[in-house]
């Protein structure tokens, strides 16, 4: 399985941005996709996954601001960022489970500066 991702960027607080990725390669039974992210000096932490029955689970820092979404017809998982704060500041990587296995896809910087 690879993991394409893509967004990301600079924004002020209270802006909006939206990541997505785009899985390939060899994509049946994937179990569960989304997003982890990690801050400088920090451990990665899980921020949304979204299962392949369509269930969702967000980090409590995010609920009510962050939206998961998946597409199993394309395969991309896609997260929606509103109201964002410094704190969430962070290299966003995208996440797939195949069959137990983890998968990873390369870093995108979301960056929440004023």
């Known amino acids: 399985v690879q993991l394409q991702a893509s967004g990301g960027g600079s924004v002020q607080p209270g802006g909006s941005l939206r990541v997505s990725c785009l899985a390939s390669?060899?994509?049946?039974?994937?179990?569960?996709m989304g997003w982890y992210r990690q801050a400088p000096g920090k451990q990665r932490e899980l921020v949304a996954t979204i299962t392949s029955g369509g269930r969702r689970n967000y980090a409590d820092s995010v609920k009510a601001r962050f939206t998961i979404s998946s597409d199993n017809a394309k395969n991309t998982v896609d997260l929606q960022m509103n109201s964002l704060k410094p704190e969430d500041t962070a290299v966003y990587y995208c996440?797939?489970?195949?069959?137990?296995?983890?998968?990873w896809g390369q870093g995108t910087q979301v960056t929440v500066s004023s």
């Open positions: 390669g060899n994509i049946l039974v994937i179990n569960g």
């Open positions: 996440w797939a489970r195949r069959r137990g296995r983890d998968y």
